[in-house]
Each structure stands twice: as C-alpha cells, then as structure tokens.
C-alpha cells in the first residue's frame, strides 16, 4: 500500500508563502491526489484537488487564486503552493489519494489513503 508523507509546513507571517510537497513510497499515477486541512477544534476540510494526470483540478473557494496544486508523476510527489497565506488558513494540512483517478469529489470519504499531516501557522 502507499505511504503519503507531508513536508513544507511551517511558520509563516501573513501575505507569506509556503510550499507543501507529498510524498509517496508508491506509484501515484493511478490515483486523484487531494489537500484537506484541519484547524483545532474543526473538522478537516476541502481545499484542493488534482486528477491523475494533473490536467483537472478543483479549489475550496476561500483558496482559489492564492493556492495552486500540481502533480508530478515521475518524482511521485504532489505539490501545494500557498501564497498570500492568511491567518485564517493556519491548520494541519493533510495530503490524501483516491483510487478513483477520474473523481472530483471534495469529500474526506472519498479517500482512501491519508497522511499523517503537516503543521502550517500563519501569524498576524
């Protein structure tokens, strides 16, 4: 089975920006990769998604303009770019895949294989 490790997290101040990268100790190819993110005390959110070959993707509204998500198949690893970071975007952030290569779907369920997450802080 695939093992998805985040990396990139960190302290930040507003208007600042991060890269998140993703892991995998397998093939990604076959799978739709995603973002979520988890503030204390939430539930663990939307906030990203990328098809198979990386030419579909799909953003949480509160994100779109600011975050980008890519893809590269041969290095096995998914990228998050987050730009302009607001305080509000401080979470854990979680990368996740889903054997449905071809979904868009924005639910957690959707997902079959999950992180261990990353901490993104952003300070006012």
């Known amino acids: 089975q695939v093992q998805l490790v985040e990396s990139g997290g960190g302290l930040v101040q507003a208007g600042g920006s991060l890269r998140l990268s993703c892991a995998a100790s397998g093939r990604i190819i076959n799978y739709r990769m995603g973002w979520f993110r988890q503030a204390p005390g939430k539930e663990r959110d939307f906030v990203a998604t990328?098809?198979?070959?990386?030419?579909?993707?799909g953003y949480e509204d509160s994100v779109k303009g600011r975050f980008t998500i890519s893809r590269d198949n041969a290095k096995r690893t998914v990228y998050l770019q987050m730009n302009s970071l607001k305080y509000e975007d401080t979470a854990v952030y979680f990368c996740?895949?889903?054997?449905?290569?071809?979904?868009?779907?924005?639910?957690?369920?959707?997902?079959?294989?999950w992180g261990q997450g990353t901490q993104v802080t952003v300070s006012s």
């Open positions: 990328i098809g198979w070959s990386g030419s579909s993707t």
């Open positions: 996740a895949a889903d054997v449905d290569r071809y979904s868009l779907s924005t639910r957690s369920e959707s997902f079959e294989l």
